[in-house]
C-alpha cells in the first residue's frame, strides 16, 4: 500500500493575479494536538495536522511564522 501524503495548496494575489504555491507534505509519525497525523514538508518548515477527513490544523515551527491555512487540500499517493 501506497504511503499517504498531501498537497497544500495556498494562493495568493500579486498584482491582481492569483498565483498557486502547493507543498507536498509527509508524515512524520506523531500526533498533532487534535490526536491526528502530523505532516511536513521535506524541510520541515511547514507542519499540518490532518484529520482523515481532511481537516487540517497548520502548525507553527518558529515563533515569528504567519500561519496560513491551505485554500485547497489534495490526497495524494507516493
Avoid: C, N
Amino acid at each position: 500500500m501506497a504511503e499517504a501524503a498531501y498537497e497544500l495548496v495556498f494562493v495568493r494575489v500579486i498584482a491582481g493575479h492569483e498565483h498557486e504555491d502547493v507543498v507536498r507534505v509527509r508524515p512524520v509519525g506523531t500526533k498533532g494536538p487534535g490526536g491526528h497525523p502530523v505532516y511536513a514538508d521535506g524541510s520541515g518548515a511547514v507542519r499540518a495536522e490532518i484529520s482523515d477527513q481532511g481537516e487540517i490544523r497548520m502548525m507553527a515551527t518558529t515563533g515569528q511564522q504567519d500561519l496560513r491555512s491551505p485554500t485547497t487540500v489534495r490526497r495524494v499517493e507516493v
